[in-house]
T-cell receptor, first 113, second 121 residues
Framework: GEDVEQSLFLSVREGDSSVINCTYTDSSSTYLYWYKQEPGAGLQLLTYIFSNMDMKQDQRLTVLLNKKDKHLSLRIADTQTGDSAIYFCAEKDGYGGYNKLIFGAGTRLAVHP | GAVVSQHPSWVICKSGTSVKIECRSLDFQATTMFWYRQFPKQSLMLMATSNEGSKATYEQGVEKDKFLINHASLTLSTLTVTSAHPEDSSFYIC?????????????????FGPGTRLTVL
């Protein structure tokens, strides 16, 4: 079945860039997502990329997709303490809103002064 | 726009009782809603997909008689944990998918509720 994997923990200094990596197995993925979860809260969509794109930039966020290697990354420029959270990578197979998401285990980002 | 609420935000109950959790899309209609559970420091596990007016589709290993899902309207889905036991203690999160696109991207987006923390004593 489909699988999504992420490294579990990342620690960066405030002001540095953070890069969170994700790999997936489903070659039929249509959309790939990055969600942010703060303690005790639900998930907030940060950004997404369509599978025929290589890169997407949205302010401090840059998503890179290597479809051949099934590798997705999220780069956060000028990381701030407010960016400390768990970041989930997710993939969707299909175009409809009824298609389910497959989540990775989440990467806990810790930002220190 | 695109707000999903859950009620209650937390609940503590005794073992053997049933607990109902509501998921509402506040400003849009959702044909499909999803229920997830999340254990501490773990990922979200999809429990079931709920479509308005039809039976929910449960993921493998999820007991449909224990986790009753009702999607009675385009803005409300409920999850009832029946005869709850301590091992059912978890963070339950719902998400909703718009019936119509709210923006160029939202047709493919799930909007998540804030979650409900269930503790069974």
């Amino acid at each position: 079945g489909e699988d999504v994997e992420q490294s579990l923990f990342l620690s960066v200094r405030e002001g540095d860039s953070s890069v969170i990596n994700c790999t997936y197995t489903d070659s039929s993925s249509t959309y790939l997502y990055w969600y942010k979860q703060e303690p005790g809260a639900g998930l907030q969509l940060l950004t997404y990329i369509f599978s025929n794109m290589d890169m997407k930039q949205d302010q401090r966020l840059t998503v890179l997709l290597n479809k051949k290697d099934k590798h997705l990354s999220l780069r956060i420029a000028d990381t701030q303490t407010g960016d400390s959270a768990i970041y989930f990578c997710a993939e969707k197979d299909g175009y409809g809103g009824y298609n389910k998401l497959i989540f990775g285990a989440g990467t806990r980002l810790a930002v220190h002064p | 726009g695109a707000v999903v609420s859950q009620h209650p935000s937390w609940v503590i109950c005794k073992s053997g009782t049933s607990v109902k959790i509501e998921c509402r899309s506040l400003d849009f209609q959702a044909t499909t809603m999803f229920w997830y559970r999340q254990f501490p420091k773990q990922s979200l596990m999809l429990m079931a997909t709920s479509n308005e007016g039809s039976k929910a589709t449960y993921e493998q290993g999820v007991e449909k008689d224990k986790f009753l899902i009702n999607h009675a309207s385009l803005t409300l889905s409920t999850l009832t944990v029946t005869s709850a036991h301590p091992e059912d203690s978890s963070f339950y999160i719902c998400s909703a998918s718009p019936q119509r696109a709210l923006s160029p991207s939202s047709y493919n987006e799930q909007f998540f509720g804030p979650g409900t923390r269930l503790t069974v004593l």
